[in-house]
């Protein structure tokens, strides 16, 4: 067995990694049945399904068809765009509100990729925004400050 897929390969190790940590850690839940699922159950059969996805595409890394690829150079420079971006939304969202908040997230973590543009970064932004309060707002009915607390809009 020859590696030629590298890329697939260490993705399929990272989601077997993930799903295992995962359906592992919700053990510690109550599990219950498929009748009555506890808070564990949900949590430990997802972590399942990504461990066997992660298999799967770890063992199509390995078959003589496989694309062959290299995997490039780690980038941390694009890690921490993308967890600074996140750590920013964390201490914005409740003094700027969920929708400039959001924006900053999405517009500073399409810094990371290297076909940046504004406009489908502004896009993506303006459809995340809508989603999410969509979902959460309207949907779930949690409460979030959707604009900044100084206008009083809330």
């Not at 490039?72 to 929708?99: E, N, Q, S, Y």
């Not at 997230?105 to 406009?119: P, T």
């Amino acid at each position: 067995m020859q590696l030629r897929n590298k890329q697939d390969f260490w993705s399929g190790v990272m989601f077997i990694c993930l799903g295992v940590g995962f359906a592992w850690k919700a053990t510690s839940y109550s599990m219950g049945t498929a009748a009555r699922m506890g808070p564990g159950y949900f949590p430990h059969w997802l972590g399942m399904l990504m461990a066997i996805l992660g298999l799967v595409v770890l063992l199509s890394s390995l078959r003589k068809k496989a694309e062959e690829t290299v995997v490039d150079r780690f980038d941390f420079k694009i890690l921490a765009i993308i967890i600074g971006a996140i750590v920013l939304f964390a201490f914005t969202l409740r003094p700027l509100g969920m929708i400039i908040s959001l924006f900053l997230l999405v517009g500073i973590s399409s810094l990371a990729s290297h076909e940046h543009s504004w406009k489908v970064s502004i896009a993506n932004a303006a459809f995340l925004t809508l989603l999410c309060w969509l979902s959460f707002v309207k949907g779930l009915g949690l409460v979030f400050p959707i604009w900044p607390s100084f206008l009083g809009l809330n």
